[in-house]
Structures are given as structure tokens and as C-alpha cells.
């Protein structure tokens, strides 16, 4: 069965989230943090991609970045393919490190653009790690508020401000700000078409038909129902809709 075809960005910002195969530890020490954050400023010269934001947690990570003169997939290719040779010659291990394809989605409008941001930086905190942004070791939050020069920063600023000063003030004020972890700007990201959300239920879950879903086990429907979620940002009434699982079932899993 064929993949789905992920959705391009007209302006090439993508939201990456990559994560370890069965939940698999992908980041074990400040050594592996530190070197998957330096491949990514190493291929930056050569593939000309802007990074504005990225948070590394123990077996996921997240991305916002614009392509440069290499498509996504390149990217993340070489970024990945580096990162994994050195972690399993690290570790004396084989095979397969990041659970299958990664997940991307185009990132379009600056309120969707700072809404992504932000979900990215809060992170840690939801994991329950830290209680403040800024003492989280393995994010880019810091060059922000420390006000770096670089493509990436310069250009989230000065949506905020033309003063830089003033900029970083309002930046952090954004980032900081209370709210109950519903990021209700997520709702200006377009909804996925029905059509589309067959193709990635029938993929996904390699099965014929999206009522097919009901008839595996019981984990492995609740896994799938989490994932179509989680990752590939399907609504629980287009899910039951499409599944005809009961609202209940897919609200828990």
C-alpha cells in the first residue's frame, strides 16, 4: 500500500517531530543531546536551512525549519542517517533508531508560525522535567532571550518588535505566558480533508478499510487511535466518524 504524501509548505516551514523506535531512548547523555544539536548546525552550511526552533526530549524531539536548497526529505535524511551512525558505533548497536517516517507538517501563517514555537519550547514542562522554560538544557529558548544573531531568531524577533531590545521582551512574554496547554492557536492549522484521513488511517494502520480499525486488538487499535491523533492531528469526530469507533474509546486512547 502506498505512503500518504505529506502535505508541502508554500513558504517551506515545516513542524518536524521525530521519534525513537518503541518509544526508544534516542538521547541517553549530555554527550548524545550535544551531538545530535551539533549535526544540525553542521548540515545548516550545506543545505541552507533556517532553524527557528527545536527541543530535544529523551525520545522525541521536535523541529521548526524552512528548507534551503534542499528539500525536507534530504534534511532530514542526512541529519538522521549522521546522528544514528554515530549513536549506534556510541552504543555497539544495529539497525533502525527513529520510528519509521518522521512526522512533518507545513507551517503556513506567523499566528500558527509563534503558536508552534511556543508548543515546542513548553515541552519539557508538560513532560514535567522542568517548571520553567529556561532551565531546560536542550532547546534554543536561550539564544533567544540572550539575543543571538542568526537568520532563524532575527526573523521570529521581528514579528514581535523592530527594537531588538523590545522584541526579546515581548518574545519572552509570549513563550511565558499562562495557558492550559490547549494552544487554542493550533485551530488556524488546516483541518485535515476526509479524504485524506482515509488514505492515512488505511496506511498507518495497513488496513483496507478505516472501519478495519475495529477489528484489531484492543492495544494495537488504542496505539493507532493515539498516533492518528497525536502525530498526524486527526479530531476524534473524524475518527469516529471514519472508524465508526465509539467516541469514548478514542477520547482515552
Not at 19 to 46: A, L, P, S, V, W
Not at 90 to 112: A, C, D, M, T
Not at 116 to 133: C, D, E, L, Q, S
Not at 221 to 228: F, G, Q, W
Request: overall charge positive; some cysteine.
Amino acid at each position: 500500500m502506498p505512503r500518504v504524501a505529506r502535505r508541502k509548505s508554500n513558504c517551506g516551514i515545516y513542524h518536524i517531530i521525530m521519534r525513537g523506535i518503541n518509544r526508544q531512548t534516542i538521547f541517553e547523555d549530555e554527550e548524545d543531546y550535544k551531538r545530535f544539536i551539533q549535526t544540525i548546525q553542521r548540515f545548516k552550511k550545506k543545505c541552507e536551512y533556517i532553524v527557528f526552533a527545536y527541543c530535544l526530549m529523551g525520545n522525541h524531539l521536535h523541529l521548526l525549519l524552512k528548507e534551503g536548497k534542499e528539500p525536507l526529505e534530504t534534511v532530514m535524511r542526512r541529519i538522521c542517517g549522521s546522528y544514528v551512525l554515530w549513536y549506534n558505533s556510541k552504543y555497539g548497536r544495529i539497525g533502525y533508531l527513529f520510528q519509521g517516517r518522521y512526522w512533518s507538517e507545513p507551517v503556513e501563517n506567523n499566528i500558527y508560525f509563534l503558536t508552534v514555537i511556543r508548543y515546542i519550547f513548553h515541552n519539557p514542562i508538560k513532560a514535567g522535567i522542568v517548571t520553567n522554560i529556561y532551565d531546560y538544557k536542550w532547546s534554543n529558548y536561550m539564544d533567544y532571550v540572550k539575543g543571538y544573531n542568526n537568520k532563524g531568531i532575527d526573523f521570529v524577533l521581528s514579528i514581535f518588535n523592530s527594537d531588538r531590545k523590545k522584541a526579546i521582551k515581548d518574545f519572552i512574554e509570549y513563550i511565558n505566558k499562562d495557558d492550559d496547554n490547549r494552544y487554542p492557536d493550533m485551530q488556524e492549522k488546516q483541518r485535515i480533508t476526509d479524504m485524506d484521513a482515509k488514505k492515512i488511517i488505511r496506511t498507518l494502520c495497513n488496513i483496507e478499510n478505516t472501519i478495519d480499525l475495529q477489528k484489531l486488538d484492543i492495544a494495537k487499535r488504542n496505539s493507532y487511535l493515539k498516533e492518528l491523533k497525536k502525530m498526524y492531528g486527526l479530531s476524534i469526530r473524524q475518527i469516529e466518524r471514519l472508524t465508526g469507533i465509539n467516541r469514548g474509546i478514542i477520547q482515552r486512547s
